[in-house]
């Protein structure tokens, strides 16, 4: 156990001296003359160093290697219309189990759409969507507060064939009474089944903010504790017998004038299969915070995950972490270290150590 708190020491300082030395963000802008259209270019690249103890308790698997790594293509063809492309590459270079091997990398494209700004109470997204099951499982990987997102957060993404939450259709959304509230509704591929006789799956979500509302596609892990922020929000997802339910809040609250600040969520999920995906009846549980301090430059934060089946039989999981982290440049450049611990009934407890570099530049 000391030597694994030596090596993620060594990582955190290494990984806080080439941040320091990097220069200030900036956004890659091309324009047209006309500045009615334009393409910004960017990247996010997560380099990840992680200690953990194997599947059977025996031994620790220990690997550097790129938790993320996308570059991301965004811009407007007009002033009514925008388009977001990202590929990703993740876990590249992370340890396959199989001696000797290290995964190679395979770069897919994560997001792919275009929006129709009509105003700020009625949008179109049509193409390549991150569903919005929960506030979590809508938050960009850029500006998350913890390490990574919750453990379970993506539980429908391989029976429902989707790749890391996304599916392919259209949805509306929008941001009416003064933005303070959200819709969003769409249809999508969901499981085409046999010559794609399936009915199409529907998604929507409602949120009321008190203050204003989060207008961007994707929401926002959190801000350092330097923006005033609530959200409370419903959701479902339905295919013929499949569904999805939940509900979520988030908070976040400057103190003392921006000094400090804390960051809070909840996140809560049934979901039942049905006859139609071998998905049983289950619930996901998902609730982090994190106290900003020096005028959000750091933080220490915390997360538990809780996954559950309706059927007492069936292992019951849960997995905590607890960190901190340095924002030298907010999300753009930051330096996030964690420990925590993987809970599967029946099984040996996991120990998981993690220490990550994020530089994102968008």
Do not use: C
């Not at 504790?225 to 979520?248: L, T």
């Amino acid at each position: 156990m000391k030597n694994r708190y030596r090596i993620i020491a060594a990582v955190a300082v290494v990984a806080a001296t080439l941040a320091w030395a990097l220069p200030a963000s900036a956004q890659w802008v091309i324009e047209s003359k006309d500045q009615k259209t334009n393409i910004k270019i960017g990247f996010l690249s997560q380099g990840q160093f992680e200690s953990i103890t194997t599947p059977d308790g025996t031994a620790t698997a220990t690997n550097l290697f790129l938790r993320r790594f996308r570059i991301l293509f965004g811009g407007k063809v007009s002033d009514k219309w925008t388009y977001f492309f990202e590929t990703d590459n993740p876990n590249l270079g992370k340890g396959t189990g199989t001696p000797g091997t290290k995964d190679t990398g395979t770069m897919y494209i994560q997001d792919a759409f275009v929006t129709y700004n009509h105003s700020d109470e009625f949008k179109i997204d049509a193409g390549m969507l991150l569903l919005a099951q929960s506030r979590n499982h809508e938050q960009s990987a850029g500006t998350l507060l913890p390490v990574d997102y919750g453990a379970y957060t993506f539980l429908e993404s391989t029976p429902m064939a989707e790749r890391v939450g996304r599916d392919y259709g259209i949805e509306i959304r929008g941001y009416p009474a003064k933005q303070h509230f959200e819709y969003r509704l769409g249809v999508f591929q969901g499981i085409r089944g046999i010559d794609s006789r399936n009915s199409m799956r529907i998604v929507g979500r409602g949120v009321w903010y008190p203050f204003a509302a989060e207008s961007g596609y994707f929401y926002g892990g959190t801000f350092q504790g330097q923006k005033r922020q609530v959200g409370i929000g419903a959701s479902f997802d339905k295919q013929r017998d499949y569904g999805m339910y939940g509900v979520d809040f988030f908070v976040e609250q400057p103190i003392n004038k921006g000094e400090q600040g804390v960051t809070f969520q909840v996140d809560w999920n049934r979901i039942n299969g049905g006859n139609f995906i071998v998905l049983p009846l289950q619930y996901q549980f998902l609730v982090e915070g994190g106290v900003h301090f020096n005028k959000g430059k750091a933080s220490v934060f915390g997360q538990y995950a809780k996954h559950t089946y309706d059927n007492p039989a069936t292992a019951q999981q849960y997995a905590f972490q607890v960190g901190a982290a340095y924002w030298l440049a907010g999300h753009n450049r930051n330096i996030k270290v964690s420990i925590g611990r993987q809970h599967t009934d029946r099984a040996p407890d996991r120990t998981q150590l993690l220490a990550q570099l994020q530089i994102f530049y968008y």
